[in-house]
C-alpha cells in the first residue's frame, strides 16, 4: 500500500487556468512534507518543506498547504514556465527508524 | 559553488558489468544518499551516509556497495550490472544537523542502460 499517494498523475492547464494538485499520505508521525519541482533531465529541486496541519508556505505563484492527511499545491494563474513534475515527500518514523518516502509525481502542463 | 555534481551523465552497460557512479558535493553536507527513479514510482533510495566513513542501507540496496572516505564524494558502485539496473540514478545531499527533514539538494542525474 502506497503510504505517498499524488493526484492527479498528470494535469494540463492553459495559462492563467489556476488549479491545485494534491499529496495525500497514510504514515502516523509526519515529521514533515516536502515539496519538489523536477524539470525533464534535471534532479528534483526543492520548493517547500511544512512541518504541522494548518501550515501554509508561499513562493510567486505556489502555495503549499498542509492537513492532517494531504497536502496541496495550489498554482495561481500558472505560465507555461510551470510546466514540470511535481513531486511530494513525506518524512516519518518507520519500524524504530525515520523514512522519506516520494510519491510518484504529477506532470503539469501549462499550455500557451 | 557547483553543488552536486554527478558523472557519467550517460551509461550504456552490459550484464555482469561493473561500474562506478561518482557523486561530489561542495556545501560540506554530511548527509549524502543514493536514489533511483523509474517509470511510475517514485524515488528510492538505495544507499546513504550520514557522514564520513558511516554508510547505511535504504530500500533497495542489493546488488549496489557504497563507500564515504571523504565528505565531499559519494560513489556508488555496481558490482554485476543487470537489467533490472536499468534507471536513472540520483544523488542527493542535505545540510548538517537535519537528518532526514532537511530538504536534498539533488544532482541531475546518471541515466544507465544495461543490455
Known amino acids: 500500500e502506497d503510504q505517498v499517494t499524488q493526484s492527479p498523475e498528470a494535469l494540463r492547464l492553459q495559462e492563467g487556468e489556476s488549479s491545485s494538485l494534491n499529496c495525500s499520505y497514510t504514515v502516523s508521525g509526519l515529521r514533515g512534507l516536502f515539496w519538489y519541482r523536477q524539470d525533464p533531465g534535471k534532479g528534483p529541486e526543492f520548493l517547500f518543506t511544512?512541518?504541522?496541519a494548518g501550515e501554509e508556505k508561499e513562493k510567486e505563484r505556489l502555495k503549499a498547504t498542509l492537513t492532517k492527511k494531504e497536502s496541496f499545491l495550489h498554482i495561481t494563474a500558472p505560465k507555461p514556465e510551470d510546466s514540470a513534475t511535481y513531486l511530494c515527500a513525506v518524512h516519518a518514523p518507520q519500524g524504530g527508524s525515520e523514512k522519506l518516502v516520494f510519491g510518484k509525481g504529477t506532470k503539469l502542463t501549462v499550455n500557451p | 559553488n557547483a553543488g552536486v555534481t554527478q558523472t557519467p551523465k550517460f551509461q550504456v552497460l552490459k550484464t555482469g558489468q561493473s561500474m562506478t557512479l561518482q557523486c561530489a558535493q561542495d556545501?560540506?553536507?554530511?548527509?549524502m544518499s543514493w536514489y533511483r527513479q523509474d517509470p511510475g514510482m517514485g524515488l528510492r533510495l538505495i544507499h546513504y551516509s550520514v557522514g564520513a566513513g558511516i554508510t547505511d542501507q535504504g530500500e533497495v540496496p542489493n546488488g549496489y556497495n557504497v563507500s564515504r572516505s571523504t565528505t565531499e564524494d559519494f560513489p556508488l558502485r555496481l558490482l554485476s550490472a543487470a537489467p533490472s539496473q536499468t534507471s536513472v540514478y540520483f544523488c542527493?545531499?542535505?545540510?548538517?544537523?537535519?537528518?532526514?527533514?532537511?530538504?536534498?539538494?539533488f544532482g541531475n542525474g546518471t541515466r544507465l542502460t544495461v543490455t
Open positions: 511544512l512541518y504541522s
Open positions: 556545501m560540506n553536507h554530511e548527509y
Open positions: 542527493a545531499s542535505s545540510r548538517p544537523g537535519g537528518g532526514w527533514n532537511s530538504p536534498l539538494h
